[in-house]
């Protein structure tokens, strides 16, 4: 079994992190996972993402031409991640930025307003936070407990943060298993 | 010790440290400039010797001055880093001494770009800098491969006296994978007896590559094949992949597009069509007596890399032309896919893709 999930948006929305609190919640659990940037010269208001996979097996190639998954921050995003996912994947679509849809019969879509959310929590940086519980939540490829105890140790060093954080990871989370239902 | 995830860059980083690396020389470039970044915090912490040169010529010239001292000297940068390198490796190379240096490869020639790439084999494998002299290469394919190469690479860098290169990419750089540094051991190394370290209460040590008199070079150009001659009985790795079942198709790939061709083989696999993989690790040495061997059954060999077919010539020596040879490949920063290469196999076999 073999999960891949890009993570993309804007840069300093929090992709990578989102992103590397997966990878590391699925290392935690003991499983095989590889955290794969975009690189370039980028910088903050550019475009970023990263490929995250978990798997049961050894990870052959790490570079993925059609993900299962997308979680997707901004507009950019959402028309270059969402047509390559493979079908039965799921596009978590932050809908506090993106107006338009994913034009697919064939996937399932997790609508979530997640820079509203986050901001109603406490902090708009917030916001990648949702797109991860969100994203859990819908394909539940860690189990919820492991994440929130992974994004907890990040978030270690800055204590303040973890509240808010938190309150987000859990309302994306639950708009994530709604959408599975 | 539990599994950490880290950057290839920052796990490399540490890895030297634990094998007592400490005297880290370096100038940034991308993508390497993680390791720098790294070193910066970590080498103050452990007591060794972390300095950002003026350029890579400078860096490199202070890596010859340093291993003439003894210690553990090492560097990282990347493809035209590596290019400015190359006079103070031979210098090292030359005058016998150990150092280990990192080529995180990024796109060429010239500036390039600073996509992953594998267009430096041919610089690190046959030489590089002038001269008649050879670098162990090593080439990692995953970010605890890197992590155990490093030990090795200081290990026989000392061993042999000689410049050991390890040659990653842009993607192996960059990558986070998990990771578990393990303890390494190694028999015990000869005494720096040759070190310039201080003389006093014995006679000086001279760190020199100059040989005037034809005879005593000529000694020199010999003791130094003699070694090239030791690493390849004793130096070869390679990872074999499905090649304990039938196969008609042998891949030769290493680094990141090994790990491509894992994937491409598991993909032909579905179709029927059994295909095999060596993954050289040593670049030089090359396997090629394994390979001569896993080459017996097949219809043709082909090389994956990134770069316009590099490794090409040594697949072709391996298998002593006795067996097509094709290559597929990528350029400028873009990595082969499994479908490229499934259909790639596919064509070749006559199978359409």
New interface residues.
């Given amino acids: 079994m073999q999960t891949e999930v890009v993570f993309a948006g804007f840069g300093g929305q929090g992709v990578m992190l989102a992103g590397?609190v997966l990878?590391?919640t699925g290392?935690n659990l003991d499983k095989?996972?590889?955290?794969?940037?975009s690189?370039?010269?980028e910088m903050r208001g550019g475009t970023a993402n990263c490929t995250v996979i978990i798997a049961d097996e050894p990870?052959?190639?790490?570079?993925i031409?059609h993900p299962r998954d997308a979680a997707v921050m901004n507009r950019p995003s959402l028309e270059k991640f969402c047509p390559s996912l493979r079908p039965g994947g799921f596009a978590v679509v932050n809908k506090s930025l993106i107006p338009v849809d994913p034009e697919r019969e064939d996937i399932t879509v997790v609508n979530v307003e997640a820079n509203k959310i986050a901001i109603e929590a406490g902090s708009g940086k917030a916001a990648n936070m949702v797109m991860l519980g969100a994203y859990v939540g819908a394909t539940e490829v860690v189990p919820f407990d492991a994440l929130v105890e992974t994004a907890k140790k990040v978030l270690q060093k800055k204590p303040k943060l973890v509240p808010v954080n938190m309150k987000c990871l859990d309302q994306g989370y639950g708009i994530g298993q709604a959408a599975r239902a | 010790m539990a599994?950490v995830?880290m950057k290839g860059n920052e796990a490399i980083a540490e890895a030297a440290v634990r094998a007592g690396g400490l005297c880290y020389f370096c100038y940034p470039i991308?993508?390497q400039s993680e390791v720098a970044e790294y070193l910066s915090r970590r080498m103050p912490e452990v007591g060794g010797t972390f300095l950002q040169g003026e350029s890579e010529v400078a860096v490199s010239n202070m890596l010859y001055g340093a291993a003439g001292a003894g210690v553990r000297a090492w560097s990282t940068s990347s493809s035209p880093g590596i290019s400015l390198m190359m006079e103070a490796l031979s210098y090292i190379a030359a005058s016998e001494l150990p150092t280990v240096v990192v080529n995180i490869v990024r796109t060429g020639p010239g500036l390039g770009g600073?996509?992953p790439s594998q267009g430096d084999y041919l610089q690190a494998v046959k030489g590089g800098g002038h001269g008649d002299y050879r670098c162990l290469v090593y080439a990692p394919s995953s970010v605890q491969e890197a992590v155990e190469l490093m030990p090795l690479a200081f290990d026989r860098a000392d061993r042999y006296r000689n410049p050991v290169i390890v040659l990653g990419d842009?993607?192996i750089g960059?990558?986070?994978?998990?990771v578990e540094f393990r303890e390494h051991e190694f028999p015990p190394l000869p005494p720096k007896d040759w070190a310039t370290d201080g003389c006093k209460g014995r006679k000086p040590n001279i760190v020199n590559s100059l040989y005037l008199d034809p005879v005593k070079e000529e000694e020199l150009n010999q003791r130094l094949a003699a070694k090239y001659e030791r690493m390849k009985q004793n130096e070869v790795m390679y990872e074999e992949y499905m090649t304990d079942r039938p196969y008609e198709v042998l891949l030769v790939a290493y680094g990141?597009t090994a790990?491509?061709c894992?994937?491409?083989i598991?993909k032909l696999a579905e179709d029927r069509i059994g295909a095999a993989l060596l993954r050289p690790i040593t670049l030089f040495p090359f396997p090629s007596a394994r390979l001569y061997e896993l080459a017996k059954p097949v219809k043709f060999l082909m090389s994956v890399e990134m770069s316009c077919g590099q490794m090409v010539e040594d697949v072709e020596l391996g298998v002593r032309c006795e067996k097509p040879v094709y290559f597929y490949g990528r350029q400028g920063g873009l990595?082969p896919?499994?479908?490229e290469v499934v259909d790639q196999v596919k064509k070749r076999l006559g199978k359409g893709a």
Avoid: C, H, N
């Fill in positions: 590397m990878a590391e290392m095989e996972v590889v955290w794969l940037p690189y370039g010269p990870i052959a190639s790490p570079i031409l | 599994k995830l991308t993508p600073i996509l842009g993607m960059q990558m986070m994978e998990p990141t790990r491509v894992k994937t491409a598991k990595v896919t499994p479908e």
